[in-house]
């Protein structure tokens, strides 16, 4: 079995944000990048799926600007990613979804798969968009949201759960598939020491930035004018009381009457 | 190294380290000081992961890092728990010696194991009656056939109760002191071998300490290291390599408590402004701020020395004794900076003080370190 | 403008989604005196159908076929991108569901048009829509214009209050589905099996969400949980922790690897306030926090709180809301 995997560096979870000077964007200064938590469980699924069927490959693969991309690059590889490929962009892309899938489409077609893999959405912008319209512009079936994926080979077919409104979902999709995860069965695994010093040393396939053709192009234009921090939150305040039947008649008061919220 | 720069890979390892210190050691350090616990799954996840046989080469199956390496992934591990990085890293002290003084036979049989599966191995030089004069060792090897057996107490073991392997150091004759001692390889299956009962320790409490007894316990010739009376050469060079680590270990402790504590100066309130802007905080702050990089560098160049292959003896004694007297100054401003809550168990900083202390006594007190700092100093003098 | 402000209605096991009639209203404030078109999949006696038709849109377009009723993200986009080249539509809404995220995310391809999701905040400007979305789990915020002859938006779920706009007439007509590509086909939904979750509305769009911790100490205790959540009328959840032992369903969780919600009151009860749950909820209008720990982390996020034990607290509470809303105690 052939796998994709698409990840994308975001900022580590420690990171304390910041707008840039001209409060348009992320002041990346500093920014230590990392898989983020779907994608961990992307690559997680991918191995799970590669243990499961012999002979399988998995590729990781990230577009974006050096150095970042081949540092998650290097991290999926010690985590027991076969091969990883990097398609050069530049580090501000406009938020459109399109132009991601024209950078990964290339990337699909030169490296054709049963299986492209996704986190469900990337843990900065969080958009959730990129599955199915990826999906769309290879021109086959797409799905997000999906939990524990199998691979049936003698079918060709591979099984996830999903929930909706409805419930939970069992689906078949026909490889190959485009699949948003949400959560593979394990939790991600960590890597070894060994591999990360393996991981130094194999290859990453890049895809330079003249490579990738203008057309199709795409209309209308997607700008990002600001990035800002919520006021911050200066704690509960705390409802103070003699006996629970107090406490409970301020909140109900205070939800009421003060933060009005009340039903 | 001489710009103090670390290489890409010696990064991610430090990278890999201090993300398993943070979400698999930290949030169980307390509960596990407070209890105490010693926590295997912990052991066993840092074992999967290659962080517990550091210093065996890779033709064994280990991780076979040079020296600096190991220091670098000590340190972080130490931010998380000091205790659980003694019990993390015991397996590359048991194991030197067999490193060091070991056949080619003697490695590929004793060392494969231990990169197989997850195994502990346990260091046995201190006995009740002599902590830091080796060569005053009373436990008995006495010839017996082809081979030997062992009868004595080794104590203040790390990891004893839980060891599947011993590297034992005995005297076929106390009369000839230094000269007289063999290193061996005992099993704990061997009958004969007894752990004795989790000492209550101050500091270190993730960890597990005990004695160990040896009554008449059969070794045969194959499971000596080195020939009959190499013992104590083979337990010098090892304290040699692994005194190094412990400097690093020492600089975690400090980093951690230099982090509490600036982290505290900044959120808590005295006379309408925060205390870090009173300057006695700040002095105290860069006080800590200076030992904590000079551990940290005092312990790299220790470290690069031996990976040159030139003597370490000096070099890592400066870097352990500076460290770990650091360490302790350090958490002891911190205490300080926190003020009541200092005190308290509630917050992680006296902890930090209890772990400190055990870094200036064990692997060679403090005050043996100065005795062989001034002798190798000397030397040059004299 | 030329063409009509579309929107794509959701129906679930409980009829027309909440989030599909708040879109509506953004849908109507951003179209002014234009025309308002609602597809949904659904017959034109439905009750959904009538729901939506009630609810302030110009038109019902009613799309009847299997596959789009299963909710498949991309032959459902493939169809309404038909009908909005038909009627040169320029701006396209859906609810902020995974429904509506997948065909948002169709759409940016099939249709050619701009895409967000998340969509807080949103109003027309010169050259298209100026909106605003949070990212980093609720820790930020970005704007965005996006300037361009198609614009497809998922709208948060509760982020848009405001009156419901006034019925209009509105007409309900069947429209033929467009032939749906091969490619857009295969692959079978097996089997869908309901929700194992409590009676209240969907967690992921309800106004109110009630969630319990470890606090609850067994699952025995969790009814004082459902209690308080039929009082207000909302739905219940929980940590991880708690879906994880098994004491509740796993559709009940709340957090990272669960649903996030932005609810306009959020109550978390014996819920210490792991980052991973926190980033499931944080961006939740009004928190309330009940725990026995005073330093636990939720109390950081939350914007009231009762330091207590739980087991003290929820009964009388539960009752003093029932007696606030004329509720039977």
């Known amino acids: ?44 699924q991918a191995l799970l799926l590669k243990e499961a069927n012999a002979g399988s490959e998995v590729r990781a693969v990230t577009y974006g600007p050096s150095p970042r991309s081949e540092e998650v690059l290097r991290a999926c590889l010690a985590l027991g990613c076969t091969s990883a490929g990097w398609v050069e962009a530049p580090a501000d892309l406009p938020p459109d979804v399109r132009l991601k899938v024209r950078a990964l489409r290339q990337a699909a077609v030169r490296w054709p798969a049963d299986l492209y893999l996704l986190g469900q959405q990337s843990l900065d912008t969080e958009s959730g968009l990129l599955p199915l319209a990826l999906a769309m512009a290879l021109g086959v079936p797409g799905a997000n949201g999906a939990l524990d994926l199998a691979f049936d080979a003698a079918r060709n077919e591979l099984s996830f759960e999903r929930s909706s409104e409805a419930g939970v979902e069992e689906w078949r999709l026909p490889s190959p598939s485009v699949i948003g995860l949400k959560q593979a069965k394990n939790d991600p695994r960590s890597a070894k020491l060994q591999n990360i010093l393996k991981s130094r040393k194999m290859p990453i396939d890049r895809i330079p ?18 990035f800002e921090l919520p006021p911050p939150r200066t704690g509960a305040r705390l409802i103070e009381y003699a006996a629970p039947d107090e406490a409970a008649e301020k909140l109900v008061r205070v939800l009421r009457e003060e933060a009005k919220v009340f039903p | 190294m001489p710009d103090f720069s670390l290489t890409e890979e010696q990064s991610s390892l430090r990278e890999m380290a201090r993300k398993f210190a943070r979400t698999e050691m930290a949030p169980k350090a307390a509960e596990c000081d407070r209890t105490p616990r010693f926590p295997e799954e912990v052991y066993r996840k840092a074992w999967e992961l290659g962080l517990m046989n550091l210093n065996v080469p890779a033709e064994y199956g280990g991780s076979g890092l040079s020296a600096l390496d190991q220091c670098l992934i000590v340190e972080e591990l130490a931010y998380g728990c000091a205790g659980m990085t003694t019990s993390i890293i015991a397996n590359c002290l048991a194991l030197e010696p067999i490193l060091l003084g070991g056949t080619e036979e003697q490695k590929r049989r004793f060392l494969p194991p231990f990169c197989a599966e997850y195994h502990l191995a346990s260091f046995c030089l201190t006995e009740p009656a002599g902590g830091s004069d080796a060569g005053a060792i009373s436990t008995r090897a006495k010839r017996h056939g082809d081979g030997y057996r062992l009868t004595g107490e080794k104590c203040f073991i790390t990891n004893a109760p839980h060891a599947s392997l011993y590297t034992v150091f005995a005297t076929v004759d106390p009369e000839l002191r230094h000269k007289g001692i063999s290193a061996f390889v005992v099993p704990r299956s061997a009958p004969g071998v007894t752990p004795g009962k989790d000492e209550e320790k101050m500091g270190h409490r993730a960890s597990s300490t005990s004695t160990v007894r040896f009554e008449e316990v059969e070794v045969p010739p194959s499971d000596r290291l080195g020939a009959e009376g190499d013992g104590f050469p083979i337990a010098m060079r090892t304290l040699d390599q692994t005194r190094t680590p412990i400097g690093a270990l020492a600089t975690g402790i400090a980093q951690a408590a230099l982090d509490h504590a600036a982290a505290y100066s900044l959120k808590r309130h005295t006379f309408g402004k925060p205390i870090s802007e009173h300057q006695a905080i700040q002095v105290k702050l860069a006080d800590m701020a200076t030992r904590v990089q000079a551990s940290r560098l005092l312990t ?18 400066i870097a352990k004794t500076f460290a770990s007297d650091a360490a302790f100054a350090v958490a002891d401003d911190a205490i300080q900076i926190h003020g009541g809550y200092g005190y308290m168990k509630e917050y992680p900083v006296e902890k930090l003080l209890r772990d400190a202390k055990l870094t200036q006594i064990y692997e060679g007190s403090n005050e043996i370190q100065r005795i062989v700092i001034a002798r190798e100093l000397l030397k040059r003098y004299a | 403008m030329s063409g009509p402000t579309l929107l794509l209605a959701e129906t679930g096991p409980r009829g027309l989604q909440a989030a599909s009639l708040e879109t509506i209203g953004v849908a109507r404030a951003l179209a002014g005196e234009g025309p308002v078109v609602a597809v949904i999949f659904a017959g034109p006696s439905d009750t959904a159908t009538a729901a939506l038709a009630a609810a302030g849109a110009d038109k019902v377009l009613c799309l009847r076929h299997p596959f789009l009723e299963e909710g498949r993200g991309a032959a459902c986009a493939f169809v309404v991108a038909e009908i909005a080249r038909e009627l040169g539509v320029e701006l396209l809404l859906v609810g902020g569901t995974p429904f509506g995220r997948e065909v948002a995310g169709a759409l940016a391809t099939a249709w050619d048009a701009l895409a967000a999701t998340q969509v807080t905040e949103v109003r027309r400007t010169a050259n298209g829509y100026s909106l605003k979305r949070p990212v980093f789990g609720g820790r930020a915020s970005e704007s965005l214009e996006l300037a361009g002859p198609r614009v497809v938006l998922a709208l948060r779920p509760n982020s848009f209050g405001g009156a419901p706009p006034t019925p209009r007439a509105c ?17 079978t939904r097996v089997r869908v099996r309901p929700a194992e979750s409590s009676a209240g509305p969907d967690l992921g769009t309800a106004p109110i969400v009630v969630a319990g911790g470890r606090g609850f100490k067994s699952p025995e205790n969790f009814h004082l949980l459902e209690e308080l959540a039929a009082s207000l009328g909302a739905a219940a959840g929980a940590s991880r922790a708690v879906t994880d032992a098994g004491w509740r369903p796993g559709s009940y969780q709340v957090g990272q690897t669960g649903r996030s919600v932005s609810p306009q009151l959020y109550i978390a009860v014996g819920i210490s306030g792991a980052i991973q749950h926190l980033v499931g909820m944080m961006s939740s209008r009004v928190i309330v926090a009940i725990n026995s720990d005073p330093n636990a982390p939720i ?9 207590g034990d739980l087991f003290a607290i929820l009964p009388p509470l539960t009752k003093a809301i029932r007696t606030a809303r004329g509720l039977p105690t």
């Open chain 3, 299 to 307: 109390f950081r996020v939350a914007d009231y709180g009762i330091v």
């Open chain 1, 1 to 44: 079995m052939r796998i994709v995997v698409f990840v994308k560096p975001v900022p580590e979870a420690e990171t304390r944000l910041r707008p840039s000077a001209d409060g348009a964007r992320l002041d990346t200064d500093g920014v230590k990048w990392v898989l983020s938590g779907y994608d961990e469980s992307a690559i997680e």
């Open chain 3, 171 to 187: 007409a309900i007509e069947e429209h033929p589905v467009p032939t749906i590509p091969p490619a857009l086909l295969p692959g």
């Open chain 2, 300 to 317: 790299w160049s220790a470290a690069a020395r031996i990976d040159r292959g030139e003597p370490g003896t000096l070099d890592s004694s």
């Open chain 1, 209 to 226: 930035a003249v490579e990738l053709p203008a057309a199709p192009e795409v209309t209308g234009n997607a700008n990002r004018f600001r």
